[in-house]
């Protein structure tokens, strides 16, 4: 994916909306005021932070060389996918969508529950079911 595809992908999730409070070479994307990923460059190529559970955030580096310890992150909590095509598109969008899932599933009760009777818990939290094999 290139980064445009990212960002729009990211712009496409329900109440996502981008933000640069970093400065102009990190964009970083939020549901309501809940970061959930970033984008940004280094060295010509692009990015992405993604928030992750902490056994999946190591199954995913152990497949792809290009996911790596969250930059500037918490690397426990959160992967950098390196835009380098060696990740296909599904699996970067599955990503991005399980860090929305489990930021939004963090957010207090009454926000949550908001987003959850506006979109449904299904459209909310379909990368969390993807990532882990069940419903949630």
């Known amino acids: 994916m290139t980064d445009e595809e990212v960002r729009k992908y990211f712009l496409s999730l329900p109440e996502a909306w981008q933000d640069f409070p970093f400065g102009p070479d990190v964009c970083v994307f939020k549901v309501r005021t809940k970061m959930f990923g970033t984008l940004g460059w280094e060295d010509g190529l692009a990015r992405i932070n993604l928030k992750c559970e902490p056994a999946q955030a190591e ?78």
């Open 59 to 136: 199954m995913l580096r152990e497949i792809f060389p290009s996911v790596l310890p969250g930059y500037h992150m918490n690397k426990i909590h959160w992967n950098t996918v390196l835009l380098d095509d060696s990740v296909p598109r599904g699996e970067i969008e599955r990503m991005i969508d399980h860090s929305f899932g489990l930021v939004v599933k963090k957010m207090a009760k009454a926000e949550r529950l908001v987003l959850e009777v506006t979109y449904g818990k299904e459209t909310l939290y379909r990368g969390l079911a993807m990532m882990s094999g069940k419903a949630t």
